[in-house]
């Protein structure tokens, strides 16, 4: 199966910007009402195939890695790309 690495940094932006960008791509949980509510807010690698080996790289199937790749470029993260080859077995959700 093809895949992409996709290796990016983030640490030219602002920690506000980053959050945002972290909150976007992994998710959040949240809470309500002083911690009396608790949910998880998704963020884009809950719904796709995905391998997460560091913090700032994801290696996922080429079509899910383009809607990462866009996601990065909108928020001016660094990205370099690698095309890969990879059992589809390897990918978890």
Do not use: C, V, W
């Amino acid at each position: 199966m093809k895949a992409k690495i996709i290796a990016y940094t983030i640490k030219h932006l602002t920690i506000a910007q980053q959050n945002q960008i972290r909150i976007q791509l992994n998710g959040h949980n949240a809470t309500s009402h002083g911690g009396k509510y608790n949910y998880r807010l998704k963020g884009l690698l809950d719904k796709i195939n995905h391998i997460k080996p560091s913090r700032s790289t994801i290696i996922a199937p080429t079509k899910e890695a383009e809607q990462i790749i866009e996601l990065l470029k909108k928020h001016d993260a660094k990205i370099t790309t690698y095309n890969i080859q990879i059992e589809k077995k390897e990918f978890k959700k």
